[in-house]
DNA sequence: TGAATATTTAATAGACCTATTAAATATGGA
DNA sequence: TCCATATTTAATAGGTCTATTAAATATTCA
C-alpha cells in the first residue's frame, strides 16, 4: 500500500470506488483499477467485499439511503405552503449539487442493468410512502382555498426533479457541446435554481 | 447466417447493434453478442465496421442527425408564437416517443467514456446555430410587446428539453420502483404531455 | 464456365477481468 | 515473546472480449 496507509483499508476502498463509479459507472469500472486507485493489491477489493457486485451495492445503497434522509429532513412547518415548496425545491438543488453524479448512476444502472432494480428498489424504499400522501394532503387543502390549480403530489415533483436533476445529468453536453467553462456552467445552473422554482410556482397558479 | 438470409448483412448488424446500444450502452454490449442477434459469424461484425467502435459512432451519428432533422422541419411560419410554441414542445414530445432511449445513450456515452466527446460533438453539430438565433429573435419580439417575460432561447429550450426528455429517461424509475404498468406509463406521459405545455406556456407570462 | 471478388466461417492471439488460493507479513493480546 | 488472527501479496484459474488471420464458400460477370 502507498497511499492511504494511515487509514482504514476498507474505508479507502470505498472511497475510491465510489468515485469511480459515480464517474464511469459500474460496467466501466474495474476492480483492478480501484485497488490501483487505492494503492492496493486487486485481491484485496474482493477480500473486503467479495465481488464488485456487492461493493457497488454497498455503496449505492448507502449514498441512496443518505441523499433521500437528507432531503426528508423537516422543514419548518409553520409557514406557508407556497414557501415550504420553494425551501424544498432549493433543498432538492443544493443536495444535487453536492451529490451532481448520483442521479446518473441510478439512471445508468437502472438502465444497462435491470437486473439490479431489485437492489435500487431496496435502496429507494426508503423513501417513506407518507411523503406523497402528506404532499397530496398538502396541495388538497390549498386548491380547495383556491390558492393553486388542481394537481397530484406525483405530477408536481416530476416537474421539480426534472427541472433540477436535468441540470446535473446533462452537464457533459453543456461541457462537451457547447464549450461551458466551470464558470459558465456555475453561473448556469444558479440561475436555473431560482429559474426552476419561478417556473414551478407559476405553474401552481389557479 | 440463420435469419436475416434475406436481406444486406451489414444492414442487419446496424439494425440488430442500434437496438442493443440503445437498450443497454457502448459497454455492455459485446461484438459477439450482436453477431449472435443477427445470426452471423462474430468475424462478421468486424469484416463491416472494423472495429465496435466505429460500429457505435457510425450508428450514434446516423441517429442523431435523424432525430435532429427531423425536429428542425419547419413548421407554419405564420401562426402565433405560443401557438407555434406549442406545436414545437409537442413535436419534441412526439419525437421522443419514437426514440425514447436515444437520450440515455448520449448522456451515458458522454458520461463514461468523454473521449467520444468529440464524435458526439460532431454529430450534435449537425443542430444550426441558426435554430438558437432566430428563436431569440421571436422572443426578443414577444417580450417587447409584453406578451412573455424576459427569456433567453437557451432558458425556454432547457426547460422544454428537461421536462419532456426526463419522461423517457427515467421510465426504468416509473418501472422498477413504482411498480408502473405499461398502462401506467402510457397514461401518465401523454398527460404529461400536455402538462408540459401547459407549464412552458404558464411559465413564459409576464 | 471459370476466374476474380465478396462474404462467411473457424480458430486463435492477446488482452484484460473477476474471483480464488496459498503463502507471506503484520498486529494484538496472553 | 509467541501464538492466533487479520491483513496483504503474488500467482493464477477460468472466463470473456476484441480483433485478426487464413481458409472455405458464395457471388458476379466476362
Known amino acids: 500500500m502507498d497511499i492511504n496507509k494511515d487509514q482504514n483499508t476498507e474505508q479507502a476502498i470505498l472511497e475510491v470506488a465510489e468515485k469511480l463509479f459515480l464517474d464511469k459507472g459500474f460496467a466501466m469500472t474495474t476492480t483492478t483499477e480501484i485497488a490501483k486507485a487505492v494503492g492496493c493489491n ?3 477489493v474482493h477480500y473486503y467485499f467479495r465481488t464488485k457486485e456487492k461493493l457497488f451495492t454497498t455503496i449505492f445503497e448507502h449514498k ?5 434522509s437528507q432531503f426528508i429532513k423537516v422543514s419548518d412547518e409553520n409557514i406557508p405552503f407556497m414557501d415550504k415548496l ?3 425545491v432549493e433543498a432538492h438543488f443544493d443536495l444535487l ?3 451532481p453524479k448520483l442521479p446518473f448512476l441510478l439512471f445508468n444502472e437502472l438502465t444497462t442493468n435491470p437486473e439490479r432494480a431489485k437492489s435500487i428498489k431496496e435502496a429507494l424504499s426508503y423513501i417513506p410512502k407518507t411523503i406523497f400522501t402528506k404532499l397530496n394532503e398538502e396541495l388538497k ?3 380547495e382555498n383556491g390558492r393553486i390549480r388542481p394537481i397530484s403530489a406525483f405530477d408536481l415533483v416530476y416537474t421539480i426533479v426534472s427541472l433540477n436533476v436535468m441540470l446535473f445529468i446533462a452537464k457533459p453536453i453543456f461541457d ?3 464549450d461551458f467553462s466551470p464558470q ?3 453561473d448556469f445552473i ?4 431560482h429559474e426552476n422554482v419561478k417556473i414551478i410556482i407559476e405553474s401552481l397558479k389557479p
Open 97 to 99: 449539487k453536492e451529490n
Open 190 to 193: 444558479e440561475r436555473r435554481k
Open 176 to 178: 462537451a457541446v457547447l
Open 184 to 186: 459558465d456552467y456555475s
Open 64 to 68: 441512496a439511503k443518505l441523499f433521500i
Open 42 to 44: 486487486q485481491a484485496l
Open 86 to 88: 420553494k425551501q424544498k
Open 141 to 143: 387543502v390549498e386548491i
